[in-house]
């Protein structure tokens, strides 16, 4: 299996802010709202170097999204951030009607994504975003893996003409991916190649699919590995690809299992071809407090339990 190593652990969100900086100074169209949230969403660095181009919403979740979609009328590229949670659960009526609907280039920018924000809660958490948002008309939905990709995911969606929900997190995780990396919308990203199981893993689940993989490798089972970052429009040329290798395959992330990343794989499968698959993912519950390594291993959504989802897929080949 190839190694992938690194020096440093950084959190996805600063990834996003990273690169609002880097979209601050090269597009002048683009505009930063926030409800709250500076410090959580890291916008300082944007905010410092063009105020004029910043809109603070305050908590009215509801109102920073029509003031987007108002936004786009004129031009401008509107990126709307937030806790996951109220970028979607809060809002979702405003992002149908005001956003979808109308299909306005409004990124909707979501941070604290899925269980791994850890103490705060299941008021705070949320499971069901992908589900929800992947399911509005013209919506594309992106869940980079680490800082680097989500560097690059954010500076990307802002030359894409449409809406983008863009998710990502708080937990530290390591930096795996290449700095300079060019990011394509849709088009997923082969980790390892492998001939006994696919793995098919989204956002922070990347990297535990990676020990997984390993792990798998010193009981002989040769993983492959693939990134999708791209939840909406799904790649699927390269899952069928990867499936027609290797016969079963297991999908990993950090959603429920109902509506997320594992149910659009497997209507590729069904409309395509049948394998054996297995889900790693929150099984239909909310979640608690506890630290981010603690609610993986809980809700299985660790490497071991990946390890294990694909044994059972090889057994049922």
């Known amino acids: 299996m190839k190694k992938y190593t690194f020096t440093e652990k950084k959190d996805t969100r600063s990834g996003f802010g990273a690169g ?39 908590i009215s979740e509801a109102n920073m999204i029509g003031v987007s979609a108002g936004l786009t009328i004129g031009g401008k590229i509107p990126f709307a951030t ?3 949670n109220f970028a979607t659960g809060r809002v979702y009526d405003q992002i149908r009607q005001s956003v979808a609907y109308s299909n306005k280039n409004v990124k909707i920018c979501a941070s604290h994504a899925g269980l791994t924000l850890g103490e705060d809660g299941a ?17 594309t939905v992106i869940n980079p893996c680490d800082y680097n990709q989500t560097k690059a995911a954010t500076i990307a969606i802002a030359d894409h003409d449409g809406p983008v929900y863009l998710r990502f997190g708080r937990p530290v995780i390591p930096i795996f991916t290449d700095p300079d990396q060019k990011f394509e919308i849709g088009k997923a990203w082969m980790v390892n190649e492998g001939t006994d199981v696919s793995i098919i893993a989204t956002g922070h689940m990347v990297w535990e699919a990676i020990q997984a993989g390993e792990m798998l490798e010193a009981e002989g089972i040769n993983a492959e590995i693939i990134n999708i970052h791209t939840i909406k429009p799904l790649d699927e040329e390269a899952i069928l690809k990867s499936v027609e290798k290797t ?10 299992r109902i509506g997320g990343l594992g149910d659009s794989v497997a209507q590729v499968l069904v409309k395509n071809k049948l394998v ?3 889900y790693v993912a929150v099984n239909d519950s909310f979640g608690e407090s506890g630290t981010p390594a603690q609610l993986l291993e809980k809700y299985g959504l660790d490497a071991k339990h990946i390890v294990e989802a694909a044994k059972r897929a090889i057994a049922r080949k």
């Open 20 to 58: 609002m900086h880097v979209l601050g100074q090269q597009n002048p169209n683009v505009v930063a709202l926030c409800a709250d949230l500076v410090g959580s969403l890291k916008l300082e660095p944007f905010i410092k170097e063009n105020p004029e181009r910043f809109i603070q919403c305050g």
């Open 82 to 84: 937030t806790f996951a």
């Open 123 to 139: 008021t705070h958490q949320i499971l069901e975003d992908i589900g929800m948002m992947k399911m509005l008309p013209g919506m």
């Open 247 to 256: 016969g079963c395959v297991v999908t990993a992330e950090e959603h429920n």
């Open 276 to 278: 054996p698959q297995e």
